[in-house]
């Protein structure tokens, strides 16, 4: 019993590091373990004959999209003046309808910008954001989330060397350093994340980031998800969700995440990857609300983008555990930290229908 009992309050302290640290935005990750999983070798093998979803260690992802929610804090951190430009003036929806933008808000003037969102909008994927803007706030995650100017010690330094690198043809040569904490994915990253069936170092995938190898359907459960869903552009029945909002709700899908845990990996908005193509070009994978079924499986790989900013375009971010996880994995406690806070402002926060918080926004 003594035994136990050590191990019991082990966990209960390493528990209490993880779950003392209190930040304006809370990332809640799923573990993605199994590594040195084999490499899925069925597509594209002309473009990477090393196949696809191979990683030697285990890493923390996104449950969900960045929302527009999360990306507004990071705004209110340091964005006051804006140097490198992380905000795009099409985000604002009620101000420019066609850009489908998330519908953040700035008010005041350079220096003393102000940014906020809606409620009704907040649990939403941010779109409207660049490879570099995804590459800062993984940097602000990585430093800790602090408030200030964008320098070395918020956006310009951390997972990413940045130093006020903008443009496409220099945002290209950015790779992540060792010692990173956040990050956006690696190409490999984000596709084990999506496809591989979780079953060990096996080489099996499933074809759609749903657990399935069946096209996901595209409508919202009522009352719930009946699973094998995504929010994508249907030949017959059209759109997820339409104006105004366009993208659901991150997790809305909720019977229909992957086999890690994951959610809108298929659909809602494309995510960034750090792949690099073409040059001039970073990687996206996955579909979005705009776009029919077929960007939706694992064979779809785009050629990539300039790293600019699109109305289809979001990002979500992986981590690096924390030893207290990774010594609660070891103790076989994972069911102690896996289900972290949901996506919004901590502690200050109202509870959203969906079972996340939603920010509260200046305002409201």
């Keep these: 019993m003594s035994g136990f009992r050590a191990v019991v309050g082990l966990v209960a302290a390493l528990t209490g590091l993880v779950a003392g640290r209190a930040f304006a935005v809370n990332i809640e990750t799923v573990p993605v373990g199994n590594p040195g999983n084999a490499a899925d070798m069925r597509y594209n093998l002309d473009q990477r004959p090393e196949g696809f979803g191979r990683v030697d260690y285990t890493y923390n992802i996104g449950k969900y999209e960045v929302t527009a929610g999360q990306y507004t804090e990071f705004l209110n951190a340091v964005a006051k003046t804006d140097t490198y430009g992380l905000y795009n003036p099409f985000m604002d929806y009620d101000a420019y309808p066609s850009s489908l933008g998330c519908n953040i808000k700035r008010s005041g003037t350079p220096g003393s910008y102000n940014y906020s969102v809606a409620?009704?909008?907040?649990?939403?994927?941010?779109?409207w954001v660049s490879w570099g803007?995804?590459?800062?706030?993984?940097?602000?995650l990585h430093n800790g989330q602090p408030t200030g100017a964008q320098d070395l010690s918020t956006t310009e330094?951390?997972?990413?060397?940045?130093?006020?690198?903008?443009?496409?043809?220099?945002?290209?040569?950015?790779?992540?350093?060792?010692?990173?904490k956040w990050a956006t994915p690696t190409e490999d990253e984000w596709y084990k994340a999506a496809y591989h069936m979780n079953d060990g170092v096996t080489?099996?995938?499933?074809n759609y980031p749903t657990g399935s190898d069946s096209v996901p359907g595209n409508t919202l459960g009522n009352p719930a998800d009946p699973g094998n869903n995504a929010t994508y552009r249907d030949q017959e029945n059209g759109y997820t969700i339409e104006s105004p909002y366009w993208r659901t709700e991150v997790g809305d899908h909720e019977n229909s995440g992957s086999p890690y845990g994951t959610f809108d990996q298929g659909g809602n908005v494309q995510e960034w990857n750090e792949a690099v193509l073409h040059n001039m070009y970073r990687g996206i994978r996955g579909g979005s609300f705009s776009l029919f079924s077929d960007w939706l499986p694992a064979s779809r790989r785009y050629n990539g983008f300039p790293p600019g900013e699109f109305y289809s375009i979001g990002f979500?971010?992986?981590?690096?555990?924390?030893?207290?996880?990774?010594?609660i994995l070891a103790l076989g406690g994972t069911g102690l930290l896996l289900g972290r806070r949901a996506p919004g402002r901590q502690p200050s926060a109202r509870q959203s229908p969906h079972g996340r918080l939603d920010p509260v926004v200046p305002g409201t």
């Design 203 to 206: 080489g099996n995938y499933w």
């Design 157 to 180: 330094d951390g997972a990413y060397y940045l130093n006020g690198v903008t443009g496409d043809q220099a945002l290209v040569t950015v790779a992540r350093k060792p010692g990173w």
């Design 133 to 140: 803007d995804a590459a800062r706030f993984a940097n602000w």
């Design 316 to 327: 979500r971010v992986c981590e690096v555990p924390e030893p207290a996880s990774l010594a």
């Design 119 to 127: 409620p009704d909008w907040a649990n939403r994927p941010v779109n």
